[in-house]
């Protein structure tokens, strides 16, 4: 379960939004916002939004919502990796309860896009894999996409890159803090 870790957990994943995306400057940021900076997060917010709006056109090419192409996403990364996943990971990393994963694996498994598995190592156990024809469809949007930003990666400098991911790094961590993300607690 250790290397499972290193898959991505649920509140990691793009959640689709209905964000209102302008370059309007100060829009969102306030009118005191140095007007670079604002274009800069005005375009990751495009960024963002472009993304959330492929995620919601695989979501419906698959026919499932936005839960099930979370776990079919852990499902599949994890198979790629060598791992075996069980219902209980599943909830972990997708952060719902026992009760909403099985009803989740339920449905998936209904639609054709899970394959539950006996467990060899512990015989109540469970396995669950996406199946062959929901992981080609998948991997094949997923993989068009990820061709197409490699594509538009490829064009940058290295030492812009360095300046990029350490951004986007700054950025993951300044919206990913706890505190930030319940500042009423």
Known sequence: MDRLDNLPRA????????????????FWYGEDSRNNSVDLLNALRRYRTAEAAAQRRLREELGIGENALMALRILVEAE???LTVNSKQLAERLDITAASTSALVDRLVRSGHVVRHADPADRRGVILTASGRSMRRAIGVIGELDNRAAEVAEHVSPADLAVIVAFLDEMSGA??????????R
């Open 175 to 184: 919206v990913d803090d706890d505190q930030a993300a319940h500042p009423f």
């Open 80 to 82: 790629a990796e060598g």
């Open 11 to 26: 509140s990691s994943i793009v959640r689709m939004t209905t964000e209102v995306v302008t370059d309007a400057p100060g």
